[in-house]
């Protein structure tokens, strides 16, 4: 996926603590080799970006096959527990192919929305009763291939899924789900491979999913390759008191005590936590992925994200189900939801919230050279337009503010991947028509 060297000029570009105007970036080999300030008019021969250009968003928390319940589970009311239902029917319709082509479509919709890497929550591993495909990695290598075809890169969080809860078989659903033990995830895991624009890392569904005893192999194989470790945390109430029902605590000190916290480790959502939860996770450095989009449509709750932070647990973002996919809705929805909660405002900057979105959100994937605007880094950039009829007026130096505060996804220009213009003036290069894409591939697992 890496371009050969070329220059692009971008009219105002984001360096992290302030908004540059006219800066040049060299690339070569899919990097950044310079930047260049101060080039107040394009040089001859390079690629123009008008507006403001921020290094790649990362999406840190995705569910691909979620994209396909849009729509239909906004019907009506019901709770976590219903939509999980509607969750499952889609999950059985899944194959390889049908996945690939879903997942192609949602990951070039991200590349629209300017995310230049994708986490992706990896739990639907084998064939439906829980037979295994004959590449045991079949799922798994659908969605490489799918990120590929896209143009961004993934880290393929693959995802250990063994009972229904505390002490219990999975059910007919999940069985699909399910290696059987810890041991034989880890054994299918270790067969896949790292590609350019592929990492592979580990994920814990949950302490329900993931028996106490087993959870020390999960971070094990994790911790043995240095590879990122996720987690599902205390999204719900429910989970909470079923595990202190379980194991007499809760599911943040479960993991403390089985080896799961740490600075390569990111809890999602983290939403309803104890003052002893914020200590522990803050204090191992573990991290926190926020989807509030998600988190607001399944009513689970707003998450101590402030405290958390303050705490030592560094925070990123996810659109997770895919109710949108918008990482600048999920920037700013963080700090609403906080000013909601707590009748203030002001909880972060622009710059802070575009740090979780961009290098907390890569460090958070195992992309710890990706997520900012400087040499060395990967070329990897999204440009948001300043002249739409939500982001026209500020002044350009306010343009952090403005992205973060007024831009939706609808105003991204351009994305650009190892250098590579995947998303040109609004049109994805690679994929072409992506709603039709998108319908495609939603109407054939819809069954």
């Known amino acids: 996926m890496t371009a050969q060297q070329k220059t692009?000029?971008?009219?105002?570009?984001?360096?992290?603590?302030?908004?540059?105007?006219?800066?040049?970036?060299?690339?070569?080999?899919?990097?950044?080799?310079?930047?260049?300030?101060?080039?107040e008019v394009p040089p001859p021969g390079v690629e123009v970006l008008r507006g403001l250009t921020i290094p790649g968003l990362a999406n840190s928390h995705s569910h691909a096959f979620h994209r396909a319940l849009r729509g239909t589970v906004q019907v009506g009311s019901g709770t976590f527990w219903t939509w999980r239902e509607t969750m499952y029917q889609v999950a059985q319709n899944l194959t390889p192919d049908t996945y690939f082509q879903l997942a192609r479509a949602v990951y070039a919709e991200m590349a629209l929305a300017g995310i230049t890497s994708v986490g992706e929550f990896h739990y639907v591993h084998h064939a439906p009763g829980g037979t295994p495909y004959a590449d045991p990695n079949a799922m798994g290598e659908a969605l490489?291939?799918?990120?590929?075809?896209?143009?961004?890169?993934?880290?393929?969080?693959?995802?250990?899924?063994?009972?229904?809860?505390?002490?219990?078989?999975?059910n007919t659903h999940q069985l699909r789900f399910c290696d059987g033990t810890a041991e034989a995830w880890a054994e299918r895991v270790s067969a896949l491979k790292e590609r350019e624009h592929a990492r592979i890392g580990a994920a814990v569904h949950s302490v329900r999913a993931v028996p106490a005893g087993q959870l020390p192999t999960v971070a094990g194989w994790a911790e043995a390759r240095h590879a990122p470790l996720h987690v599902h945390l205390s999204e719900q109430t429910a989970?909470?008191?079923?595990?202190?029902?379980?194991?007499?605590?809760?599911?943040?000190?479960?993991?403390?005590?089985?080896?799961?916290?740490?600075p390569r480790t990111t809890g999602v959502h983290n939403t309803h936590l104890t003052d002893a939860d914020i200590a522990l996770l803050g204090g191992t450095s573990t991290g926190t992925c926020m989807c509030p989009t998600t988190e607001r449509d399944l009513a689970d709750g707003i998450g101590p994200?402030?405290?958390?932070?303050?705490?030592?647990?560094?925070?990123?973002?996810?659109?997770?189900?895919?109710?949108?996919?918008?990482?600048?809705?999920e920037a700013r929805a963080m700090e609403l939801n906080e000013r909601l909660a707590s009748r203030t405002r002001g909880h972060w900057t622009a710059a802070a919230l575009l740090r979780a979105a961009t290098a907390d959100g890569h460090a958070a994937l195992g992309w710890a050279d990706a997520g900012t605007l400087e040499v060395g880094s990967l070329a990897d950039f999204t440009t948001v337009a300043l002249d739409s009829v939500r982001t026209a007026g500020p002044l350009p130096r306010l343009g952090a503010e403005t992205a973060v505060f007024a831009a939706t996804a609808a105003d991204v220009r351009h994305t650009v991947v190892a250098g590579r213009h995947v998303v040109r003036d609004g049109h994805h290069t690679l994929v072409g028509d992506v709603p039709s894409a998108l319908a495609a591939s939603i109407a054939a697992v819809r069954g």
């Not at 490489?144 to 078989?169: C, H, K, M, Q, W």
């Not at 994200?305 to 990123?316: D, Y």
Request: negative net charge; hydrophobic residues 45%; proline residues 5%.
């Open 8 to 39: 692009y000029w971008l009219e105002h570009a984001w360096l992290g603590t302030h908004v540059e105007p006219g800066v040049a970036l060299d690339v070569a080999d899919g990097r950044i080799t310079a930047v260049r300030t101060g080039t």
């Open 144 to 170: 490489i291939a799918a990120a590929a075809e896209a143009g961004i890169r993934i880290t393929l969080l693959d995802t250990a899924y063994l009972s229904s809860g505390f002490g219990e078989p999975p």
């Open 305 to 329: 994200a402030v405290r958390l932070q303050r705490a030592g647990s560094p925070l990123s973002l996810g659109s997770d189900s895919h109710a949108v996919i918008d990482l600048l809705e």
């Open 239 to 262: 989970e909470n008191e079923a595990c202190e029902a379980a194991h007499g605590v809760t599911p943040t000190r479960l993991l403390a005590d089985h080896g799961v916290l740490g």
